[in-house]
């Protein structure tokens, strides 16, 4: 890590946001892993456990869009502050109901269902947010910033909700989750932020929200790198939905095993975000982003062919970062490239390529490996993502051509972009 590392924690904003997400974050995995189990004590189910996790996430493809709409239209701390109470709210019914004992699985389908609307409209808003903390230079820091916050929250709320979990119960866990959202909702309301002057929109609702798919459509550059972050999404990251087979079947390490593997790729998505956040500026993500698809597969294919347990953690370190890599730095591209008037719709879009879907991705790996075992399974995945990225990697040098265009267009880079930035957006050199 270098001194730069951390500078958009310099942004009081940025820090406000930073500190209530963590303890807010560590709650939510916290919540994840609680669920999960009290879903599968009450059912035995494995399909349910993948129903419930589909109820979570498909509202986010579905209506991401108009949440989209909403961050675009609406001052995006206010969108936050009622999307985290509400969330705050669910969590805190789902506790009610287990700590008594009153929980049924479709109490539990319902409110994840819930949650996953609220998400629909928080995760644009939160996404397009980060420019107004910490502006223009810093925003690709911030997004990496983020993304290390959400890893290692990933590495410490299961740990933390297994320990509850066993010594007095799943309530406990989503009522400490539903506490924890008061830490963000305490930083969004003390941000010190420029009175929000909302833009005159002559657009019907609906072709208001579907601009940012035209924008998406019309932008190559922008279009190529969700179309690989989709490809990646739907054929490699499922292969955490099959962890439990490779832990229990073909490691025959059980829940401890499947702790270690889940934490070992973990541990390598928050060190490929640290690295990302000690870059400056842009210049070369469009190769990192291709490089990382790339590793990911690969790396997925060794775990694939894997039978021992600690061989399997090592290398599931390389899939998590480059898998990290390579969302941050799409993430940090997208935005780099989107108008300012545009970017709650367009993060929308890489919402619902990205988060939106995933659960179709798991449905599809639980078939196939139903078919054909979940080490092929995990393979084709892996083939697949290099193939993504050997496309990508081959259209870079017209792609930044264009990425270039946008940036100049833009003036997103500090000082004069056309100094700054002239080669080097999409990866033209170092």
Known sequence: MTKGTFRALR?????????????????????????????????????????????????????????GAVA???????????????????????????LPGLVRTWHVFVLASALGVVNAFDIPARQAFVV???????MGNAIALNS???????????????????????????????????????????????????????????????????????????????????????????????????????????????????????VGALGGALVLASRHGAQGLGRWVATAAGAFGAALVLFSLSRSLWLSAVLLVPVGASMMTQMAASNTLVQTMTPDNLRGRVMAVYAMTFMGMAPMGALLAGAAAHRIGAPATVATGGVVSILGALVFASRLPSLRVRARELIVSEQLAGGDPADEMTGTEMGDKE
């Open 11 to 67: 942004h009081r904003n940025f820090r406000l946001f930073f500190g209530g997400q963590l303890i807010s974050l560590v709650g939510t995995w916290m919540q994840n892993i609680a669920q999960s189990w009290l879903v599968y004590r009450l059912t035995g189910s494995a399909l349910l456990l993948g129903l419930v996790g589909f109820a979570g996430q498909a509202p986010v493809f579905f209506l991401a869009t108009l949440g």
């Open 72 to 98: 675009d239209r609406r001052a995006r701390r206010d969108v936050l502050l009622v999307t985290q109470t509400t969330a705050m709210l669910l969590a805190l019914a789902l506790a009610a109901l287990t």
């Open 132 to 138: 107004e903390m910490v502006g223009k230079e810093d």
């Open 148 to 266: 290390s916050m959400f890893n290692g929250a990933r590495i410490l709320g299961p740990s933390v909700a297994g320990l509850l979990v066993a010594s007095i119960g799943e309530g406990w866990c989503f009522a400490a989750n539903g506490a924890s959202f008061l830490a963000v909702i305490a930083g969004l309301a003390a941000m010190r932020l420029p009175e929000f002057v909302p833009r005159p929109v002559s657009a019907r609702p609906l072709a208001h929200a579907a601009e940012g798919f035209r924008f998406v459509a019309r932008t190559p550059p922008v279009r190529a790198i969700l179309l690989l972050l989709g490809v990646v999404s739907v054929t490699g990251m499922p292969y955490a939905v099959l962890m439990p087979i490779f832990a229990d079947q073909l490691l025959h390490a059980g829940a401890r095993g499947l702790g270690i593997l889940m934490g070992s790729s973990g």
